[in-house]
């Protein structure tokens, strides 16, 4: 069965600088997709970035893009010019290309922001 | 309204009482899900309705019983819980379930 790590349940970064969300998975299948999802306190969970396995190129949305590694079954979330808007749980989740679409999530890491 | 709303906000209850907890989308979307949500773990679903049909039933216990009346809406009607089964309840939307989902802002349920 597939499983999904996220290693830090807590992470805190600066204002305006940069941070790096880990994710890891385990899997025997060869095509999937993967997915940062984000949940600001109180407000709704939102699709941040998804990932198709069978794609090289790291996705990138604006400020956010991920690091993609097969091989060694990661994928890390960097966040580029931290807002106080980027507060928020992060998770990370899996999807089976194949016929069972269940989403696959990790527990989430929670991104603090300091002024 | 649009996206995916759920009623209502919070919910307090005792485990002998019977209520719902309702999910409507307005994205025209053909899949519903309903997930669990407890602090520090991951999310749990608990069931999948793809065109009105359920698709997916993880283990839920019977004291959770699903309803889609129709494609727009979902209800998780709730009878003699437990304490443990106080957390926040999720509904999402997608076009079909390969597609992406979208969240409803939650239910966050208490049970005394």
């Known amino acids: 069965a597939q499983t999904v790590t996220q290693s830090q349940p807590e992470m805190s970064v600066q204002e305006a600088e940069t941070v790096t969300l880990s994710c890891t998975y385990d899997?025997?299948?060869?095509?999937?997709?993967l997915f940062w999802y984000k949940q600001p306190p109180s407000r709704q969970m939102i699709l941040v970035i998804r990932?198709?396995?069978?794609k090289q190129q790291n996705a990138t949305e604006n400020r956010f893009s991920v690091n993609f590694q097969k091989a060694a079954k990661s994928f890390s979330l960097k966040i580029s010019d931290s807002q106080l808007g980027d507060a928020a749980m992060y998770f990370c989740a899996y999807r089976s290309a194949g016929s069972n679409y269940q989403l696959i999530w990790g527990a989430g890491t929670k991104l603090i922001i300091k002024p | 309204e649009t996206g995916v709303t759920q009623t209502p906000r919070h919910l307090v209850m005792g485990m002998t009482n019977k209520k719902s907890l309702k999910c409507e989308q307005h994205l025209g979307h053909n899949a519903m899900y309903w997930y669990k949500q407890s602090a520090k773990k991951p999310l749990e679903l608990m069931f999948v309705y793809n065109f009105k049909e359920q698709t997916e039933n993880n283990s839920v216990p019977s004291r959770f019983s699903p309803e889609c009346p129709n494609s727009s809406h979902l209800f998780l009607h709730l009878h003699t819980l437990q304490p443990e089964d106080s957390a926040l309840y999720l509904c999402a939307s997608s076009q079909d379930p390969v597609d992406e989902q979208y969240f409803g802002p939650g239910t966050r349920l208490t049970v005394t």
């Open positions: 899997t025997s299948e060869s095509d999937y997709y």
């Open positions: 990932q198709e396995a069978y």
